[in-house]
């Protein structure tokens, strides 16, 4: 027969070893408190608690308290963190800049690593203080078996469950409960905001054109046509290049304040810019004869730098074969060929950029993109019609 001690906790159920075994009966197991269900379910499923001590048998003293706000500044902190990181991911500058600009956007993706541990970090140490300070400690031992559940077993296993959720304080504990909603759902919404987040404002045509748009009011010098300049923000020159040589070049959209919003900010705009030797004929593409300079035996020619296939720089020249090579995947392009590919997994030939020269304040030439590229950069979206 079952007992209970002065805790009210229901000993000898069960009988170790080969003994004869005890099972309450149906009425029994009503007439039992959910404390008394458990240890009476506990055993009947041959699990046996060695040890169970409630960490404040005496309810609502400072020790508890103190535990309890300890456990619910983690939860709010992970919460504080996940609001931080959707502010960040709205309003921190991530749009990449030519180097000679202000670099802040390097931060966005760190800072928003961080948070997102932060997150993970505090809501993990508030669960790990809450089980370890507030929830009983508790010790058992279970022996396996292959019993059919019966109806007695049924009852026991739900005041296990009533008994645990009482274990975890949640309903006398709302201190605990707020915070740990505010954690949660911190955990919940984030993956969402990066998920959605990127996709909630319209793209309009920017998948459809580069910085090599023409710009009359940015450029009326030049009738709109964009400056090409190197890294140093110096506008690139035919006289400055020898036979054979490339050059990365890139859309001279200046700054013209301290933050650099007018700076260069797309990652499409890279261009390898190839002088050819003399007698080096160009084959183009239809439509394309004209994109070289100069426009009758085109002595520069200037392609996407981005690859095709997956969007590394194909930016090994060899003088010798005048093909461009991807390093990623060894994709070949041929430039007398107007950059078609000849090996690799690439299937579609580097865009190319229609160049032009227009004489500086110096009296020298200078290299402008007549217009913008006339098919998508790189392999991330679909032909052009």
Request: proline share 8%; charged share 20%; aromatic share 8%.
């Amino acid at each position: 027969m079952s007992t209970t001690d002065e805790t009210g906790a229901v000993q000898g159920t069960h009988q170790s070893g080969h003994g004869e075994e005890s099972t309450p009966t149906v009425e029994d197991v009503r007439a039992m408190t959910p404390e008394q269900r458990m240890m009476a379910g506990t055993e009947t499923d041959d699990i046996y608690i060695v040890h169970r001590r409630d960490r404040f048998p005496i309810r609502g003293t400072k020790a508890e308290k103190r535990a309890e706000r300890a456990v619910s500044v983690c939860f709010v902190i992970s919460g504080l963190a996940g609001l931080a990181f959707i502010v960040c991911f709205c309003a921190l500058p991530w749009h990449w800049h030519l180097p000679g600009t202000p670099q802040n956007f390097r931060f966005y993706t760190p800072v928003l690593g961080g948070l997102f541990a932060a997150v993970l970090l505090f809501l993990g140490i508030g669960m790990v203080l809450w089980a370890k300070w507030l929830m009983p400690e508790e010790e058992v031992v279970q022996n396996r078996h292959d019993a059919p559940t019966s109806e007695e077993d049924e009852l026991m296993t739900e005041a296990t469950l009533m008994v645990g959720l009482e274990d975890t304080g949640l309903p006398r504990r709302k201190l605990i409960l707020r915070s740990f909603v505010i954690a949660g759902g911190a955990m919940v919404t984030l993956p969402l905001v990066a998920l959605i987040g990127g996709i909630i404002k319209k793209p309009g045509d920017q998948l459809l054109h580069t910085m090599y748009r023409r710009n009359p009011k940015l450029f009326p010098k030049t009738q709109g046509r964009v400056p090409i300049v190197d890294q140093t923000w110096r506008q690139m020159g035919p006289w400055m290049m020898d036979p054979g040589s490339i050059m990365t070049v890139f859309p001279g959209v200046r700054p013209n304040d301290a933050a650099g919003f007018n700076g260069l900010t797309d990652a499409s705009s890279p261009v390898i810019l190839i002088r050819l030797h003399p007698g080096q004929i160009v084959h183009a593409r239809a439509g394309q004869a004209n994109y070289g300079w100069p426009p009758q035996a085109p002595e520069f020619v200037a392609f996407s730098k981005i690859c095709t296939h997956a969007g590394c720089p194909a930016s090994l020249y060899e003088q010798q074969t005048t093909r461009l090579l991807c390093p990623c995947h060894q994709s070949q392009f041929a430039v007398l060929e107007d950059a078609k590919p000849v090996f690799g997994p690439a299937t579609r030939s580097l865009p190319k950029l229609p160049l032009d020269v227009v004489i500086g304040d110096d009296g020298k030439q200078y290299f402008v993109a007549r217009n913008d590229f006339n098919e998508p950069i790189g392999p991330g979206f679909w032909e052009r019609k």
